[in-house]
């Protein structure tokens, strides 16, 4: 199934420097382009990986063509493609995981 890229829920998802070790704060823009490319998100989605160096801003933030949606808007959404917010974001947080581990490997 295709969707264009204006009806796509994207997460943009602001990754901690703390989960990549003691070096983290130095290595947490690389790892951000790694993910980006390595990480491949379901068909109708798309995943931004970004440091998050501010932590008053949320670790998540979903939008569809840069608006921004709230929590309900988003299961709502993902209600449509037969999972939920919690289903998705594990998934994310596997891969996520595997992505560290890999990037640590290099």
Request: net charge negative.
């Amino acid at each position: 199934m295709e969707i264009s890229d204006d009806k796509k829920i994207q997460l943009l998802y602001r990754v901690e420097p703390g989960c990549l070790g003691p070096t983290g704060a130095q290595t947490i823009e690389r790892f951000c382009i790694y993910a980006d490319q390595q990480l491949v998100a379901p068909y109708f989605a798309h995943y931004h990986f970004t440091p998050r160096f501010d932590k008053s801003k949320a670790e998540r933030e979903y939008s569809i063509n840069a608006r921004l949606l709230s929590e309900q808007q988003v299961q709502t959404y993902l209600t449509h493609f037969k999972t939920t917010k919690d289903e998705f974001e594990e998934q994310l947080d596997e891969l996520l995981t595997q992505a560290i581990d890999s990037f640590l490997e290099r």
